[in-house]
């Protein structure tokens, strides 16, 4: 069965200082990896995602995102972080064994101190 | 960028009523959406994933007779909790995906609608 573990509850950083999300995961197969960010009260947002290819994502708002097969790890990064950033994110894999559904890691929530 | 958009983003009703959510694909069209439900300070717990113009496959452990799914055309599923009970009290997301079904589609979010069951 495919899991995904996000270690950490809570990222406290300060605005400008480079911003890790961490993220690990389990799978049979290949997996896909995806990561979402979530404002109070909103649905998430897709950010980026890793299907094949270069190790390193890019994504949106500034984001990337390392796949590291050998550690079973795709942490999500920054380099300066914004206030604006502050919010829930949201690790998530897929692989085509489990019917192709999502599963998310428990969420990390970020916040960015001025 | 692919839009989902969800209806009513919140709804408060009465113990014994039923209540009906609306999820759309605005710029896309969507053969697979998914209902997910999320606790206060949780992830995302997925109740169903909804095929347009067949039965919805139920996760285990949710009550197909409660939570009724519709996936009537490839831009529109809903969701209708009846006889909602104030455990039924949720944050519920709907998620549809912008490919053919393949492992490397994205499943992109709405906004939620949360309930409240008094």
């Known amino acids: 069965a495919q899991s995904v573990a996000q270690p950490e509850d809570q990222v406290n950083v300060a605005e400008g200082n480079p911003l890790t999300v961490k993220c690990t995961y389990s799978?049979?197969?290949?997996?896909?990896l995806f990561w979402y960010v979530q404002y109070p009260n909103r649905g998430l947002q897709f950010l980026l995602k890793y299907i094949t290819g270069d190790n390193l994502v890019k994504g949106s708002y500034g984001f990337e995102a390392e796949f590291n097969k050998s550690q079973t790890s795709f942490h999500l990064k920054k380099p300066s972080a914004l206030v604006s950033d502050s919010a829930l994110y949201f690790c998530a894999v897929r692989e085509r064994a489990a019917g192709n559904k999502l599963t998310f890691g428990g969420g990390t929530r970020v916040l960015v101190k001025p | 960028g692919a839009v989902v958009s969800q209806h009513p983003s919140w709804v408060i009703c009465k113990s014994g009523t039923s209540v009906k959510i609306e999820c759309r694909s605005l710029d896309f069209q969507a053969t697979t959406m998914f209902w997910y439900r999320q606790f206060p300070k949780q992830s995302l717990m997925l109740m169903a994933t909804s095929n347009e113009g067949s039965k919805a496959t139920y996760e285990q452990g949710v009550e197909k007779d409660k939570f009724l799914i519709n996936h009537a055309s490839l831009t529109l599923s809903t969701l209708t909790v009846t006889s909602a009970h104030p455990e039924d009290s949720s944050f519920y997301i709907c998620s549809a995906r912008d490919g053919a079904g393949s492992s490397t589609d994205t499943q992109y979010f709405g906004p939620g609608t949360r309930l409240t069951v008094l």
């Open positions: 799978v049979s197969g290949n997996p896909y």
